[in-house]
Nanobody, 132 residues
Framework: QIQLMESGGGSVQAGGSLRLSCVVYGYTFSTKCMGWFRQAPGKEREAVAT????????TYTDSVKGRFTISQDNAKNTFYLQMNSLKPEDTAMYYCAADFFINSQSGHGCSTLRGAREYKYWGQGTQVTVSS
């Protein structure tokens, strides 16, 4: 069975950087869409970035474009979220997610418009706190 595990969260000052990692265990060849989500207290879980594992195409939510980068290392069965120029509003619990299918029920494919309900596998979350 496929299992995901995040790491790399922590506390940083505004302007700092963090690199989150998500290790995928199991039948990694079957996962097609990987995503990073975040959820702050009192707010909905939002998609931050996605990557299509086969083609390498990526998408980002507008608030992180130019600051965050999603990438993958197939040899290590791992994908990453490099976060630079962090802001206090980036503070949240960050989750990685994966699914077998590129095409989602909503028709948004592997993009940040794909909702949390459209991913089958999830990590446990890692906290990111950015102080001003």
């Amino acid at each position: 069975q496929i299992q995901l595990m995040e790491s790399g969260g922590g506390s940083v000052q505004a302007g700092g950087s963090l690199r989150l990692s998500c290790v995928v265990y199991g039948y990694t060849f079957s996962t097609k869409c990987m995503g990073w989500f975040r959820q702050a207290p009192g707010k909905e879980r939002e998609a931050v970035a996605t990557i299509y594992t086969a083609g390498g195409s990526t998408t980002y939510t507008d608030s992180v474009k130019g600051r965050f980068t999603i990438s993958q290392d197939n040899a290590k069965n791992t994908f990453y979220l490099q976060m630079n120029s962090l802001k206090p509003e980036d503070t949240a619990m960050y989750y990685c997610a994966a699914d077998f299918f590129i095409n989602s029920q909503s028709g948004h494919g592997c993009s940040t418009l794909r909702g949390a309900r459209e991913y089958k596998y999830w990590g446990q979350g890692t906290q990111v706190t950015v102080s001003s």
